[in-house]
C-alpha cells in the first residue's frame, strides 16, 4: 500500500509512505497525517504550497511531486517572519533559485507569510529533494521530479452524479491526482469523500452517492394545531394553522434548510377569548358579568329602572377577540301622563315616549276650554315639560 495525505504540502506524513503485506501481516503500522500550522503556533513543521506557471503537475501515490519541465515552480515555506527566516536546503546543485518574503493566501487565515523559492524553466537536473527549515530545526520536505509530461497515466472523468460536485486538485487527470467530493445544498455524501488516481488508470473510489437530507418529523403535540408539509427534503415548507376559536403564536410558516433543520419552531395554539364585555351607561348584563368570555358567546343588555334599551339589546364574543359593535343606549324616557277630564290628546296614548317626543292636548266639547299649553314635551331628564292642563267649562272663572 502507498499512502500520501490529501491536503498535499500542508499535512506531514508520519511513517512509511509505504506497507508492504508479508506473510499476512504488514511490514509497519500505517502512517498517519498530521497538520501542519502556517502560523507556527505550536513550533512545529513549517507546511510547503506550491504554484505552476506553464505547465501542469501530478502527484505520485506516495507523494512525489511531478512537473512539466520548462515550467515555472514557486514554492512557499509558510512560517510567521516575527519568528525568523526558514532555510531552503535543495539537494540539487545544478544551480541557485532565488528566494524571497512574500505572502500567501490560506482559506480561513487569509494572507500569512511565506518564504518563497523559485525554480524558473525547470529542467530534470532541478529535481531532487527540497527542504524548508525552520529556526527550530523542523523540517517539510518535498521531492520534485521534472519530465516532459508528469504521467503517461491519466484517469478518466467522472460521469455525472446527480447533485454530487468533484473537485479536482489539478486540470489534468494523472496518477497521484486526487478528487474531492462533495453534494449540494440539501444533500449528504454517502461514500467516499476524495478519490486518488492510480497507476492503473483508476480511480482509487467510486464517486460517491449524494442523499437527499430531511428535516425530522413535525410532531403535533398541541391539540388544536394543524400542519400540512410539502416535502420533508430541503425546500420543502410546513404550513400551521388552529382549530377555530384558536389563534396561531408563532410563524404561520417553516422551511427545511440544507442542513436538514426547520427554519423555525413549531408554533402554539391559544384559546381566543374576550374580556369584560362592554356595558352601557344605565345599563347591565342579564345574568351578570364574567372576566372572560369564548367566541361566539353573547352577552344580553337590560337598562336601569326609568331607561329604556335602544339598538341590539346584546353582544357577541368574535373569532378576533373582539366584541361586536355596540349600538346600545339605555335612554331616559316618559310615561303617557294621562288625559284631562273632557279632553284627550291628538294622537293614541304611548306606554312610553323618548326625549323630545311630545304630546298635544284638545277638550273634546266646545264648552271647555284648556286652561293651558296643550304641547307637553317629554324632557331629558325623563320629565315631562309641565303639568297636563285642564279642560274647564268657558263661563267657569279660573286662575292661571
Not at 504488514?26 to 505547465?55: T, V
Not at 382549530?243 to 381566543?272: F, H, V
Amino acid at each position: 500500500l502507498a499512502f500520501t495525505c490529501v491536503d498535499f504540502g500542508m499535512q506531514q506524513l508520519r511513517g512509511n509512505n509505504v506497507v508492504t503485506c508479508k506473510n499476512g501481516h504488514w511490514s509497519s503500522k500505517l502512517p498517519k497525517c498530521i497538520a501542519l500550522d502556517p502560523l507556527n503556533r505550536f513550533d512545529g513543521s513549517p507546511p510547503i504550497k506550491f504554484k505552476l506557471e506553464q505547465g501542469s503537475h501530478a502527484v505520485t501515490p506516495i507523494g512525489e511531486l511531478i512537473i512539466n519541465s520548462s515550467s515555472t515552480l514557486h514554492l512557499y515555506c509558510l512560517f510567521p517572519r516575527k519568528k525568523g527566516q526558514p532555510v531552503w536546503e535543495i539537494s540539487s546543485k545544478y544551480r541557485y533559485y532565488p528566494r524571497s518574503w512574500t505572502k500567501y493566501t490560506v482559506p480561513q487565515l487569509q494572507d500569512v507569510d511565506a518564504y518563497e523559492l523559485t525554480v524558473s524553466a525547470a529542467q530534470p537536473e532541478d529535481g531532487g529533494f527540497f527542504h524548508c527549515v525552520a529556526p527550530n530545526g523542523r523540517r517539510t520536505t518535498l521531492k520534485i521530479i521534472i519530465k516532459e509530461q508528469p504521467s503517461d497515466v491519466t484517469c478518466e472523468p467522472f460521469k455525472n452524479v446527480s447533485n454530487l460536485r468533484v473537485f479536482f486538485a489539478s486540470r489534468h487527470h494523472y496518477i497521484g491526482t486526487t478528487a474531492q467530493f462533495s453534494c449540494a445544498n440539501g444533500y449528504r455524501v454517502d461514500g467516499a469523500q476524495s478519490a486518488m488516481c492510480l497507476s492503473n488508470g483508476k480511480w482509487s473510489h467510486d464517486p460517491p452517492k449524494c442523499q437527499a437530507l430531511q428535516c425530522p418529523p413535525i410532531v403535533l403535540r398541541d391539540q388544536a394545531l394543524l400542519a400540512t408539509v410539502t416535502s420533508y427534503k430541503h425546500g420543502g415548507m410546513a404550513h400551521f394553522s388552529c382549530l377555530p376559536t384558536y389563534s396561531l403564536i408563532g410563524n404561520e410558516y417553516a422551511q427545511c434548510g440544507a442542513s436538514a433543520k426547520w427554519s423555525d419552531r413549531i408554533p402554539k395554539c391559544k384559546l381566543i377569548t374576550c374580556g369584560k364585555a362592554p356595558v352601557p351607561r344605565n345599563g347591565d348584563i342579564i345574568g351578570g358579568s364574567k372576566t372572560s368570555y369564548n367566541v361566539q358567546e353573547v352577552v344580553v343588555f337590560e337598562c336601569k329602572h326609568g331607561y329604556m334599551l335602544t339598538g341590539h339589546d346584546y353582544t357577541v364574543c368574535q373569532s378576533n377577540g373582539n366584541w361586536s359593535t355596540l349600538n346600545t343606549q339605555c335612554v331616559p324616557y316618559c310615561r303617557f301622563p294621562g288625559k284631562p277630564e273632557h279632553g284627550d290628546s291628538t294622537s293614541p296614548a304611548r306606554p312610553y315616549y323618548l326625549a323630545g317626543e311630545k304630546v298635544v292636548y284638545y277638550c273634546t266639547s266646545v264648552e271647555y276650554r284648556l286652561n293651558a299649553e296643550n304641547v307637553l314635551e317629554c324632557l331629558p331628564s325623563g320629565q315631562w315639560s309641565r303639568n297636563v292642563p285642564l279642560c274647564l267649562p268657558i263661563n267657569t272663572k279660573h286662575s292661571s
